[in-house]
């Protein structure tokens, strides 16, 4: 036994008897890890605080083993730092005891994306105020994330694996549309793309290393996409009749079609499906993408992002200088941040500020408490308070934030205009706002942000400068179901101010860019490469 979940019907009102029964557990169980629903999630509603504490308990062994060899080989690095910290899902970070001691595994769950997302969200400038929508597609999925007024959008409720985790994150979706993603055909004789993914062991058909399904990395290459020669820098040499070979069998003969043509067909298939993930999402948030730039990082994003942004109408692409190490960039682009929230199911009109001022002010005492045990200093702590508000009746709820009303504590004033920024945000959200009904209270949530220093994009002097010394060669290349010659470029050789025009594939040691006919690229002052249709 491993570890243990430990989840009482109300606990969240008071832990006592799950803190005893985790005495109890460690008096016969010494070396057992024990997640405690009121410390996980202490919030109403019992199947989701459960759900979320077996996440937690189901991560932990594996979270705290997988820190102690990180830090072991630090370490041995000689890498000595004050602190080490680790990504959260909701954009922040926290420092490595914090995961180990604090329940706070489940904290890391959407890590990965949510650190793709915050870099996005502070390195795109302008284009982060004004609207982004981020494509990270890596060997297995493709996440999506909305930017707006400089801010990814967040969420307090997920379901993965069909398992609730309802904890504070980037609000993202992700499909199966990644480079390893497995192309099939279904008994009704349609092609299909995931969730089934190669990996990156044995990976796509084309690494040689025994996988024999075709992946749409097998089908960039065929068609052209991808240097064979070039994958990695050229650490790594793909088989491009490895890849033929697995297209062939599983894909074009099942339909009767050539090898080229299944390829287009996968790539047209991953490009469309991605597409209407960030449609419907954007759909669901109410966002209007007709102004948005589009950002791909991970390895594949920016082979297909052309594709995706015509599909979607958006004209603007944004392709940052290192697309593959983008995500690992996010970490240094934030800030210490932790979450708390405590429930309290009553109606906002028989709550007073008092008594919820005194709530804010005991998860403020527990946030300072965890800052010093963390090592960090409370005094550089900001805090930021919320309302889970509804309807009286609604089996939801919408985080409602306090901050511009109030000064130095909550008064009546201020529950008022909650109710008020509750009605407006319902509108904007669901389409309507039902002002003549009571409204509850639900939880209370406090934010505790920790500024760290952050990393800040080297701008460089702007020129006209010719793009003819990063060329590289040219190859014939299948695109949007039509043969054409590309230029190669070598990006590293494109100084700012330099500018491409398509159809051309831009080559780096992490990534590749398709740029189609009729669209051009040019490197800006940070190095992004912006791509744009022609005038």
């Known amino acids: ?150 801010a990814p959008l967040e969420m307090t409720e997920a379901v993965i694996a069909r398992r609730q985790v309802d904890v504070p994150a980037l609000d993202m979706t992700t499909i199966s549309a990644g480079g390893g993603s497995i192309a099939w055909i279904d008994p009704g004789g349609f092609l299909n793309i995931g969730p089934r993914s190669a990996g990156a062991d044995p990976g796509p058909a084309c690494y040689n290393r025994g996988g024999g399904e075709p992946t749409v990395t097998d089908a960039d ?97 944004l392709v940052p200088a290192r697309p593959g190490a983008f995500s690992a960039l996010g970490l240094l682009c934030t800030d210490v941040v932790h979450d708390y929230v405590r429930s309290e199911l009553r109606a906002l009109t028989e709550v007073t500020a008092a008594h919820a001022e005194d709530i804010f002010r005991q998860l403020e005492r527990s946030a300072r408490q965890e800052l010093e045990a963390e090592g960090l200093d409370p005094a550089q702590g900001g805090f930021a308070r919320e309302l889970d508000l509804r309807y009286a009746g609604q089996g939801y709820e919408l985080r409602t934030p306090l901050d511009g009303l109030f000064a130095e504590q909550l008064t009546a004033a201020t529950l008022i205009a909650a109710r008020g920024r509750f009605d ?48 590289k060669g040219n190859r014939r290349i299948l695109l949007y179901g039509g043969m054409t010659h590309a230029t190669l470029y070598e990006r590293e050789r494109l100084a700012v101010g330099a500018v491409v025009d398509g159809p051309a594939i831009i080559e780096q040691f992490d990534a590749t860019t398709v740029i189609p006919p009729n669209w051009h690229g040019r490197v800006d002052r940070n190095r992004n490469l912006l791509l744009q249709p022609d005038t």
């Not at 950002?295 to 994003?301: I, K």
């Not at 009904?437 to 701008?459: C, F, G």
């Open 221 to 317: 290459l065929v068609c052209g996409c991808l240097n064979a020669e070039y994958f990695l820098g050229g650490a790594q040499k793909l088989d491009v009749a490895a890849a033929r070979n697995a297209l062939e069998a599983h894909v074009a003969r099942p339909l009767g079609i050539d090898v080229m043509r299944a390829a287009a067909g996968i790539q047209r298939t991953v490009d469309m499906r991605m597409a209407d993930a960030v449609r419907v999402f954007a759909a669901k948030r109410g966002v209007d993408l007709s102004s948005f730039t589009l950002l791909p990082f991970g390895g594949a994003g920016a082979v297909h992002a052309a594709a995706v942004a015509a599909e979607l109408g958006i004209g603007r692409i």
């Open 424 to 471: 407006e945000r319902h509108a904007q959200m669901h389409g309507h706002a039902a002002k003549e009904r009571p409204v509850e209270v639900v939880s209370y949530r406090l934010r505790l942000r920790v500024p760290v220093p952050k990393y800040a994009a080297r701008r460089e002097q702007s020129a006209a400068t010719a793009s003819e010394a990063a060329i």
């Open 1 to 150: 036994m491993k570890s243990i979940a430990v989840c009482y019907l109300f606990s969240f009102m008071n832990p006592s008897h799950e803190r005893w029964t985790r005495s109890l557990i460690r008096e016969e169980y010494p070396d057992v890890h024990v997640s405690l629903s009121s410390d996980v999630l202490p919030r109403i509603r019992e199947w989701s605080r459960l759900s979320t504490t077996l996440v937690n308990a189901y991560l932990e062994p594996v979270m705290v083993r997988y820190i102690a060899d990180l830090s072991a080989g630090l370490d041995e690095l000689g890498l000595m730092t004050r602190q080490r910290f680790l990504m959260q899902s909701n954009g922040g970070v926290m420092p490595f005891s914090a995961a180990i001691e604090g329940s706070r595994t489940v904290h890391t769950l959407f890590s990965g994306p949510a650190a793709g997302a915050q870099a996005s969200a502070l390195l795109a400038g302008d284009d982060a105020r004004a609207g982004l929508v981020t494509l990270d597609m890596g060997g297995t999925s493709a996440d999506i994330a909305f930017i707006e007024g400089g």
